[in-house]
């Protein structure tokens, strides 16, 4: 079934409109401004959180890109350029066979662009040695207008970066895939700093609005996304706590559990959707003082979206791995899993139900996230000056996969939607393509990677060379 316009996803949000959804939210929700309007576009914002384990606005970048040694002597850890990543993934075979996302179409859901955007991206590109990229940025403004961009500031400097991370990974898997930025734009307010009089505690019914208006800001992207661009995949790198969204509690999210259905519907139009899970872990400081409580991230924790998590890849200079990839955990951060306190276990996960139990379990599969080991991204409009930096974060994982759902939508030659049955069947399958991960955990209170299904790496990692066409083969025409 093919959506013709947004108007069916949309009529899923609320009976209001988002406009309506961001007036309705109390003041004391968010950051600074006298209007209501501003105030609320703050605290939806900040619900809908990026999973980005990005570097600081004042981080220095590298002139040239760096080799694994310089990364180890000045940061202390490796970094990767592209032409390492697509090697370990395999992705250098499917390029040679042809098998480069031609034809086919993925969004990113972003909520800033930088004014350097296209250029990083051309820049990346041509270092890499890739194909130019064919870039389209799609604006939205729900709230009447998009504020300016302003590196000078840290909130907007800092998603700005997610984008240009987004949208460069796409690339370097699927370089000839098209790649729409869908701009979810906000107004001045949202990116104010909280004024002096702003209460640091709102109430759990605060929390549990903003958190709706930022889940319906990106299902209203989605729906912009289907209606405009009819894309193979969609790539969301934010994420808003179940916890959170269930008026910090361990309740169900009713609000989020209602959105299930505009889900659902985008996948069996034959859209793909991939999410990141997280980027502190199985437990996040969203507890009262910020007291790390089990929680999972939605959307990722939707049953309709493909959850990535985030491992660490371990390559020497050539790509070649070292040892087996490991679950993502370090100073910066871990990768989000755990059980669902909203959604039910579907029926692709009754093959790991001794894992998952009766919920959700999350992720689905993991990619490379850990920023101990970055992947190398080039902008050009932070302050501290144009260059190359690495950038981890399960952000990564997630544009990372809908470029290889490009992929496997060019070798089957139609739009392949749903991916989740296939996915765990072929984890069964020694030559399916999924590689199991064994080793690490995702932070306190977390879970521990094991040999099959666990709550830390998911199915385990990909060889894109072997899942790519077996994706292809073995997922069913839609009726």
């Given at each position: 079934m093919i959506i013709p316009s947004s108007l069916p996803l949309r009529r899923r949000l609320a009976a209001a409109s988002v406009a309506a959804l961001i007036a309705a939210l109390p003041a004391c929700a968010g950051g600074a401004g006298s209007g209501r309007t501003g105030t609320v576009s703050s605290a939806a914002a900040r619900a809908a959180s990026s999973m980005s384990a990005a570097p600081t606005a004042t981080a220095q970048p590298f002139k040239h890109v760096p080799t694994q040694a310089v990364c180890r002597r000045v940061l202390g850890s490796a970094c990767y350029a592209a032409d390492a990543v697509r090697r370990a993934y395999g992705v250098d075979k499917l390029d040679a066979a042809g098998i480069t996302g031609k034809g086919r179409t993925v969004v990113v859901w972003e909520e800033v662009v930088p004014d350097t955007l296209r250029a990083d991206l051309e820049t990346f590109s041509t270092t890499m040695k890739l194909p130019l990229p064919d870039l389209t940025v799609d604006r939205y403004a729900p709230a009447g207008h998009i504020a300016p961009f302003d590196a000078q500031n840290a909130r907007m400097a800092g998603a700005a970066l997610e984008t240009t991370l987004d949208t460069q990974m796409v690339h370097m898997l699927a370089p000839d895939a098209k790649i729409v930025v869908t701009q979810i734009g906000l107004p001045e307010h949202a990116y104010a700093s909280p004024?002096?009089?702003?209460?640091?505690?709102?109430?759990?019914?605060?929390?549990?609005?903003?958190?709706?208006?930022?889940?319906?800001?990106?299902?209203?992207?989605?729906?912009?996304?289907?209606?405009?661009?009819?894309?193979?995949?969609?790539?969301?790198?934010?994420?808003?706590?179940e916890y959170t969204a269930a008026g910090d509690s361990q309740a169900p999210a009713d609000g989020l559990l209602a959105f299930s259905p505009a889900l659902a519907e985008v996948v069996a139009s034959g859209t793909t959707l991939t999410a990141s899970t997280g980027d502190f872990g199985a437990a996040p400081p969203v507890g009262p003082g910020r007291e790390r409580v089990r929680s999972v991230s939605w959307p990722a924790s939707d049953p309709s979206v493909l959850a990535l998590g985030g491992s660490r890849l371990h390559l020497d200079a050539e790509g070649r791995r070292t040892g087996p990839d490991t679950v993502w955990h370090d100073r910066a951060g871990a990768t989000g899993g755990g059980p669902s306190q909203t959604f039910a276990r579907p029926r692709y996960q009754d093959r790991v139900a001794d894992v998952v139990g009766g919920r959700r379990g999350t992720p689905d599969i993991s990619m490379d996230g850990s920023a101990s080991g970055g992947t190398l991204v080039y902008q050009g409009f932070l302050p501290a000056g144009a260059g190359?930096?690495?950038?981890?974060?399960?952000?990564?994982?997630?544009?990372?996969?809908a470029a290889l759902v490009a992929l496997a939508n060019q070798e089957a030659g139609r739009r392949l939607g749903a991916l989740h049955e296939a996915l765990y069947a072929l984890a069964g399958d020694p030559h399916g393509g999924v590689v199991d991960i064994t080793e690490g955990d995702n932070g306190p209170y977390g879970f521990q990677a094991t040999p099959g299904y666990d709550l830390a790496s998911g199915l385990g990692t990909v060889d894109a060379s072997v899942l790519v066409p077996q994706l292809a083969a073995r997922v069913r025409p839609r009726r």
């Amino acid at each position: 079934m093919i959506i013709p316009s947004s108007l069916p996803l949309r009529r899923r949000l609320a009976a209001a409109s988002v406009a309506a959804l961001i007036a309705a939210l109390p003041a004391c929700a968010g950051g600074a401004g006298s209007g209501r309007t501003g105030t609320v576009s703050s605290a939806a914002a900040r619900a809908a959180s990026s999973m980005s384990a990005a570097p600081t606005a004042t981080a220095q970048p590298f002139k040239h890109v760096p080799t694994q040694a310089v990364c180890r002597r000045v940061l202390g850890s490796a970094c990767y350029a592209a032409d390492a990543v697509r090697r370990a993934y395999g992705v250098d075979k499917l390029d040679a066979a042809g098998i480069t996302g031609k034809g086919r179409t993925v969004v990113v859901w972003e909520e800033v662009v930088p004014d350097t955007l296209r250029a990083d991206l051309e820049t990346f590109s041509t270092t890499m040695k890739l194909p130019l990229p064919d870039l389209t940025v799609d604006r939205y403004a729900p709230a009447g207008h998009i504020a300016p961009f302003d590196a000078q500031n840290a909130r907007m400097a800092g998603a700005a970066l997610e984008t240009t991370l987004d949208t460069q990974m796409v690339h370097m898997l699927a370089p000839d895939a098209k790649i729409v930025v869908t701009q979810i734009g906000l107004p001045e307010h949202a990116y104010a700093s909280p004024s002096p009089g702003t209460p640091t505690a709102p109430s759990a019914q605060d929390t549990r609005r903003a958190a709706a208006v930022g889940a319906a800001l990106i299902l209203d992207g989605i729906a912009q996304s289907v209606r405009n661009h009819r894309p193979d995949a969609i790539s969301i790198s934010y994420g808003i706590e179940e916890y959170t969204a269930a008026g910090d509690s361990q309740a169900p999210a009713d609000g989020l559990l209602a959105f299930s259905p505009a889900l659902a519907e985008v996948v069996a139009s034959g859209t793909t959707l991939t999410a990141s899970t997280g980027d502190f872990g199985a437990a996040p400081p969203v507890g009262p003082g910020r007291e790390r409580v089990r929680s999972v991230s939605w959307p990722a924790s939707d049953p309709s979206v493909l959850a990535l998590g985030g491992s660490r890849l371990h390559l020497d200079a050539e790509g070649r791995r070292t040892g087996p990839d490991t679950v993502w955990h370090d100073r910066a951060g871990a990768t989000g899993g755990g059980p669902s306190q909203t959604f039910a276990r579907p029926r692709y996960q009754d093959r790991v139900a001794d894992v998952v139990g009766g919920r959700r379990g999350t992720p689905d599969i993991s990619m490379d996230g850990s920023a101990s080991g970055g992947t190398l991204v080039y902008q050009g409009f932070l302050p501290a000056g144009a260059g190359w930096l690495p950038v981890g974060g399960t952000s990564e994982a997630a544009p990372m996969f809908a470029a290889l759902v490009a992929l496997a939508n060019q070798e089957a030659g139609r739009r392949l939607g749903a991916l989740h049955e296939a996915l765990y069947a072929l984890a069964g399958d020694p030559h399916g393509g999924v590689v199991d991960i064994t080793e690490g955990d995702n932070g306190p209170y977390g879970f521990q990677a094991t040999p099959g299904y666990d709550l830390a790496s998911g199915l385990g990692t990909v060889d894109a060379s072997v899942l790519v066409p077996q994706l292809a083969a073995r997922v069913r025409p839609r009726r």
